[in-house]
C-alpha cells in the first residue's frame, strides 16, 4: 500500500480511461449492440446497445447471459477473466500491453458473438 499513493490512483485511473475507450472502439469496429460502463478503475461490458442507467436496465435476462458465458469463456481461453457480469477492475500492475491484450481478446469474441446478437 505505501506504494498506492495519489499518482499510482491517476495513473490506474487514465488508464481505465484508455481503456473503456478501447473496448468502445472494438465495439464500434464490429458493429454489435454492446457498450461499456465504469468509473475509476472498474468496467464492465453489457451486451446491450445502450448503457445502463439503473439496475433494472442493468437486467441480463437468458440470452443475453448465454452470450455473456460464450464471451467469458473465450476471455478465459484467451489468458483473460473477468467476473461473470463482464467486469473488471484494473491494478496498478497493468499497462497498455495488458489493456490491448484484453481488447484483442474482447473483439474477437464481440466477432464472435456479432452473428447471434441483434443490434
Known sequence: MKYFDQAAVTKLNNLAI???EEITKAIVEVGIGACVTGAGSMFRVHLKPQPPKNYREA???KTE???MTIL????FDNGVMLINTCSATLSTAMGKKEIDHL???LKDGFEMLKPKMTK
Open 72 to 75: 467469458l469463456d473465450h476471455l
Open 103 to 105: 481488447v484483442s481478446a
Open 18 to 20: 484508455y481503456t473503456k
Open 59 to 61: 437486467y441480463v435476462d
Open 65 to 67: 447471459s448465454a452470450l
